[in-house]
């Protein structure tokens, strides 16, 4: 099994419907990231957190929340979609030790009709 | 300014040759690290190889090997003998410093080079 798995993996929404995208891994990690994914513009960071009671923002956070249920659940939730979210989101998790890897869940590709 | 950089849109190559896959950095900080990423076209994000800023040698995994100049702030790729799998989207990331308080942990990507390996 993946050790970092992304729920959905694909999805289709509207104009101003909330949607939710779940990340979860089970390689024990205290930190986990989500990122975007644009055509020409590589990853950039839209939430990451330590552990559960630690959040920050990233370069891109505006239009998205998250939240960190437990040391293996991160969400991200897009509380009104616009056609410019559409992307592929990417979740990632690091040790926080030794040369912190990140290590990549499968994406979830989003188009925002 | 951009922390990571790529030049290279796109790159050729035939099989069985070398290819060396640019990178050039930006940070003030004296402790980073240096990673790349592969992204075929089924669109995973898989970890190639690391290079931390004070390791003394070049960073090897196999094929893969990072030509780590630090006074040039460089980390290029090299993929030796290149096979028609390595055909993908290629990712150099930086993370700066170490431990809590800041975006430690958070890593910079460059925006990618497009390989094309050719029989």
């Known amino acids: 099994d993946a050790d970092v798995t992304q729920t959905p993996r694909n999805r289709i929404t509207k104009t101003g419907k909330r949607i939710m995208l779940e990340c979860s891994q089970t390689k024990g990690h205290d930190r986990m990231y989500w990122y975007r994914q644009d055509p020409g513009l590589g990853l950039r960071l839209i939430y990451y957190s330590f552990d559960v009671k630690d959040i920050n923002k990233g370069e891109i956070s505006d239009g998205y929340s998250v939240s960190r249920q437990a040391q293996a659940k991160f969400s991200l939730s897009l509380e009104s979609a616009i056609p410019n979210q559409t992307a592929l989101y990417f979740c990632?998790?690091?040790?926080?030790?030794?040369?912190?890897?990140?290590?990549f869940g499968p994406g979830t590709r989003l188009l925002v009709l | 300014a951009q922390k990571i950089t790529q030049t290279q849109p796109g790159m050729f190559v035939q099989e069985k040759e070398a290819v060396t896959l640019d990178c050039t950095y930006d940070?003030?900080?004296?402790?980073?690290?240096l990673f790349w990423y592969k992204q075929p076209s089924s669109g995973e994000m898989i970890f190639l190889i690391y290079?931390?800023?004070?390791?003394?040698q070049n960073a090897t995994e196999g094929r893969y090997s990072l030509n780590f100049q630090k006074a040039r702030k460089s980390a290029n790729l090299v993929i030796s003998a290149s096979q028609l799998g390595d055909s993908a989207m290629y990712f150099c990331a930086m993370r700066e410093g170490r431990g809590r308080g800041s975006t430690l942990g958070r890593l910079y990507f460059g925006r990618g080079t497009q390989l094309t390996v050719w029989p």
């Open positions: 990632a998790t690091s040790a926080g030790t030794g040369q912190e890897t990140q290590y």
């Open positions: 940070t003030s900080d004296p402790s980073y690290g």
């Open positions: 290079q931390g800023s004070y390791d003394q």
